[in-house]
């Protein structure tokens, strides 16, 4: 007898993790410490002191369920991000937030919207509840905002927008996000991830939760896996008003996030030295990695910050400010570091060639044989 299950379950290809060293090692013969893992977008720094201490402290109480309900990480979540503990929903990662909008909210006959080349979950998310995916046509690598908004229909009850996206590493200003989300109907909930927040530079941070006031359709993403280094533990968090985090809450499991993930979780928050460290260190890292996986022959998705900028006289001050921080300009108003943008068009300041792969269709870039970047065939998603 053949097991019953929708069709739509079936259609699922299941997601492909990044494989542990220890697997890598054993199937390749190789020393584990000399192997390092760039799939899945991990804090090089590991674990914070503070939270391994934090952790060590909570396994007493392990024999007893967590809070379900996260009192006490709500409670510094609430503080840091000024909002009511009812607008937070806490997740087994930031993955579970994206899972528990698209649990809430989707159904077979209705549609989720997202961008081509954005995180791979949202694909997920949207098929396991047998909902219709409205992918639309990335541009540069990145949403295209108003593709996106006229790409609503109407049975789509969800939009989700990776800001900074993996694996493009685009990034969406402000403004432009602010204009999408006026022109949403209201109905349509807006999960803007952001994942990878505390990575940006100062002057491209801005403070998205100002928003949530004035839209009660859209939930915040964010997660204590990158910057914060607690990958492993998973915790993540949804900021959004009380009736999306009360559906939200409705379909989460119970014990979603355990005694110790929240300890560690209310420690990493207050830990900014820690924070600070993953940020430089990201910082020196996003060019450097680039020309040296380049310089290795590997094939990879875009490493940098893409900046679209908005209105023309606002982008002529972004890009004087970026080339006094050592930016380089490419075509098209995107904002590229230095050390990755190699060539052509920085070749007369004695950069090396732009890569090409910018615009390439498939949207990958890959180091050709004689060391520079070009467009290459698209290769599997990172997590
Ligand atoms: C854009 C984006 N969103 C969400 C996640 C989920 O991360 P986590 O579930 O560890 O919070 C990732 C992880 O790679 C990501 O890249």
């Given at each position: 007898?053949?097991?019953q ?24 013969g ?26 060590i ?76 995916a ?64 505390e ?24 997660t204590f ?42 420690a ?116």
């Amino acid at each position: 007898m053949s097991i019953q299950a929708p069709e739509y379950v079936r259609r699922i290809a299941p997601y492909q993790a990044g494989k542990p060293i220890s697997e890598l090692a054993r199937e390749y013969g190789l020393q584990p410490e000399r192997i390092v893992k760039l799939a899945s977008n991990e804090n090089p720094l590991g674990i914070a002191p503070s939270a391994r201490e934090a952790m060590i402290g909570a396994i007493a109480d392990l024999g007893r369920y967590p809070d379900s309900n996260g009192f006490e990480l709500k409670a510094a979540l609430s503080r840091r991000y000024a909002v009511p503990p009812e607008w937070i929903t806490l997740g087994n990662g930031s993955n579970d937030i994206l899972e528990l909008a698209a649990h809430a909210l989707l159904q077979p006959g209705a549609s989720a919207v997202y961008s081509q080349y954005s995180f791979a979950v949202y694909a997920l998310a949207t098929q396991e509840t047998g909902a219709r995916a409205i992918v639309v046509p990335a541009r540069e690598l990145g949403h295209d905002l108003d593709a996106m908004r006229a790409a609503i229909a109407a049975d789509t009850r969800l939009v989700f927008i990776a800001n900074p996206n993996n694996p493009t590493g685009t990034f969406l200003p402000a403004d432009a996000i602010a204009a999408f989300l006026a022109a949403v109907p209201r109905d349509v909930v807006v999960v803007l991830d952001e994942a990878y927040n505390e990575y940006l530079e100062p002057s491209l941070r801005f403070d998205s939760t100002r928003w949530l006031r004035d839209h009660p359709n859209l939930v915040i993403s964010r997660t204590f896996s990158k910057a914060y280094g607690l990958a492993g533990l998973r915790v993540g968090f949804g900021l959004a008003q009380a009736e999306l985090t009360d559906l939200m809450n409705r379909v989460r499991q119970p014990f979603n996030v355990s005694a110790v993930a929240q300890a560690a979780a209310i420690a990493a928050l207050d830990d900014a030295d820690f924070l600070q460290r993953s940020y430089e260190l990201n910082r020196q890292g996003t060019g450097a990695a680039a020309v040296r996986v380049c310089a290795d022959g590997l094939r990879v998705r875009a490493l940098a910050w893409q900046l679209r900028a908005g209105a023309r006289r606002r982008r002529r001050r972004r890009l004087r400010g970026a080339a006094a921080r050592g930016h380089h300009r490419a075509s098209g108003g995107q904002l590229w570091p230095a050390a990755v943008a190699a060539g052509d068009g920085g070749a007369a300041r004695g950069e090396r060639s732009l890569p090409r792969g910018v615009r390439a269709r498939d949207g990958t870039l890959r180091c050709n044989r004689h060391r520079r970047w070009s467009s290459g065939s698209r290769s599997s998603a990172s997590d």
